[in-house]
């Protein structure tokens, strides 16, 4: 199935990349066949450069430049905070409206993606903003009801896996993941919905054309697994 391309022009390309597909090849997971560069490559006909990563597990909008010195251009914007990333995501508990994380975090690979141990500690910051909340009447885990939340997400700073560590960390971690969430809610959604998959999505990104400097914003439509997840969501919470 050819990727959707959010948007495109002469100097780069913005493209919805599906859960499950690593952006480039990768030692993380040397049985991977599918890559996001390849299939776009092969997909347009040309060479695209990669100017930031996205998690595998994590599906969504990913930035590719169509030439070199765009690529440096993009990767600059990204180094510097210039880009603007909103997530979306659904997170165990009931979130507060609104709310500031500061929180640093370790450093957990090197340059080269290689894990390490006592890491440097670096700043790292989040804006949440809750979009809706449910209450499923079932018991999971040693509660009689289950809480969940689906907000959006906005990293200030650019740590590793930061969206997944930060939401660990203020206890609502997001639905799926299997490093730092909760077993018992994930087996709980699986068991219902039948996908199991990071409940992430990078929904949209702005920032300032390389070439004209004009302000640019491309968003993605929300998966039809997340879709999915809204209605059984709001058809188990009415009991």
Not at 80 to 102: C, N, W
Not at 135 to 159: F, K, M, N
Request: glycine fraction near 6%; hydrophobic fraction near 40%.
């Amino acid at each position: 199935m050819p990727l959707t391309v959010c948007f495109q022009d002469d100097a780069l390309v913005v493209v919805d990349k599906p859960c499950g597909m690593l952006v480039h090849r990768s030692g993380i997971d040397a049985h991977a066949t599918a890559f996001l560069l390849q299939t776009l490559r092969d997909q347009l006909n040309q060479s695209v450069y990669p100017v930031h990563r996205l998690d595998k597990a994590t599906s969504g909008l990913v930035i590719f430049a169509l030439s070199s010195d765009v690529a440096r251009t993009l990767s600059q914007a990204f180094e510097y905070g210039e880009v603007m990333k909103t997530y979306e995501a659904f997170v165990r508990g009931h979130t507060p409206q609104s709310l500031h994380i500061d929180h640093a975090l370790r450093d957990e690979v090197d340059s080269k993606g290689r894990k390490i141990k006592n890491g440097t500690a670096r700043e790292a910051m989040t804006e949440l903003r809750t979009l809706t909340l449910w209450t499923v009447p079932e018991p999971v885990d040693r509660y009689p009801e289950a809480r969940y939340s689906h907000v959006q997400l906005q990293p200030i700073t650019g740590r590793y896996r930061q969206l997944r560590r930060h939401a660990k960390h203020i206890s609502h971690p997001i639905l799926g993941d299997v490093r730092y969430g909760k077993g018992t809610h994930n087996r709980f959604i699986e068991e219902r919905l039948g996908i199991r998959r990071l409940w992430l999505h990078a929904r949209q990104v702005a920032f300032r054309h390389p070439l004209s400097d004009e302000a640019l914003s491309v968003s993605s439509a929300l998966p039809g697994d997340f879709l999915r997840m809204r209605a059984w969501l709001d058809s188990a919470s009415q009991g």
